[in-house]
């Protein structure tokens, strides 16, 4: 059994996976790459082989028909073998001092027999033409280099939050979730961090800049010109997480206020880039947004509704549209997305 699965989910990645898969090849046997290829068209099965024929105890090749994104994690989990599992996308890569120290840490608690359900590090913004780098860091809420509870944990700010870039989870919880991510489907990674959280109990926190999270491609799905073309992909998985978890039944205090916090960010996205549209029909969804969590849970509705970023996103006529997008575009500066 391998210490930790590394899942490369790739799709026409011929231009940048050798970036990233060169970051995360080691000297070490503890580590196995899974590289799924998701019915590339160009050179990207060929790619993938030719590292796994000179790699053949690090690295496995798996090939199958077009699944997006979630599919491809799916596939991951399935054939994984290591006790904790990772997800990096293909043009991403990750630093390797940080890597070791990931390690090492993993390591060091499981001869210490100490499981850990989730490890939490740092990512960085690695957004092309930015003259800074924004890094994504928990000091403030979460205790590090010890393992700690949800009860442990402070609240966490607007603009902080946890994406499938900080985070390491133990293989076998996945499983016995029943992770499963919907097929052909964009921005699954809100699902992939929000529906295994509510299982999570011991985590640990390292603080190092370990993931660089690329943004700049035009055809990102991040991008955000294609979020709003793809905006019917967002509400999907916004529902999804609605209808996953009954947040009243979360008996942990602190875990329910960032499950509720995590649906805020994701649900305030949703409302902003409909209102960015432009387009009569999108604000037609965004009411019928509020309307699908009104009719599930009301006292859900209130709290997205009612709440600062609900009002924020919710200001009447036309000159309330464009202040909600005014905030849009400062907090889009100040944390470096999109």
């Not at 800074?132 to 949800?150: E, L, Q």
């Not at 607007?158 to 919907?182: A, C, D, F, V």
Request: with cysteine; glycine share 4%.
């Amino acid at each position: 059994m391998k210490l930790l699965s590394v899942i490369i989910p790739c799709y026409n990645s011929q231009d940048y996976m050798r970036n990233c898969i060169e970051s995360l090849l080691l000297a070490r046997d503890d580590v196995e790459l899974i590289i799924v290829n998701d019915g590339s068209v160009d050179q990207t099965a060929e790619i993938a082989d030719n590292y796994a024929n000179m790699n053949p105890s690090k690295i496995k090749v798996i090939h199958q028909p077009n699944g997006g994104h979630g599919q491809a994690i799916n596939t991951g989990l399935k054939h994984a073998t290591g006790l904790y599992f990772k997800v990096v996308d293909s043009d991403d890569w990750v630093d390797t001092r940080a890597y070791l120290k990931i390690l090492d840490t993993l390591s060091g608690l499981i001869d210490r027999k100490q499981y850990i359900d989730l490890l939490i590090s740092n990512f960085v913004y690695e957004k092309e033409g930015a003259k800074y780098k924004k890094v994504m860091k928990y000091t403030s809420v979460i205790p590090k280099d010890k393992i700690f509870t949800w009860d442990d944990t402070k609240p966490f700010r607007k603009g902080q939050y946890l994406m499938m870039h900080s985070l390491i989870y133990r293989t076998q919880l996945l499983r016995e979730m029943h992770l499963r991510l919907p097929k052909h489907t964009f921005y699954v990674d809100n699902l992939y961090v929000y529906q295994p959280l509510a299982r999570v109990e011991r985590m640990y926190y390292l603080d190092v800049d370990f993931y660089r999270y690329f943004i700049g491609r035009d055809d990102q799905s991040v991008n955000e010109k294609v979020m709003i073309d793809r905006i019917d992909q967002q509400l999907k998985v916004n529902k999804l997480m609605i209808d996953y978890i009954d947040l009243e039944s979360i008996q942990n205090e602190k875990l329910q206020q960032y499950l509720f916090h995590q649906l805020e960010i994701v649900t305030t996205i949703s409302s902003i880039l409909l209102i960015r549209s432009r387009k009569r029909e999108n604000l037609k969804k965004k009411k019928e947004l509020l309307q699908y969590i009104k009719e599930r849970d009301r006292k859900l509705f209130r709290k997205l509704r009612y709440g600062f970023l609900g009002q924020l996103t919710n200001l009447p006529s036309w000159f309330g549209r464009q202040i909600s997008m005014g905030a849009y575009k400062i907090s889009r500066r100040i944390f470096g997305f999109n």
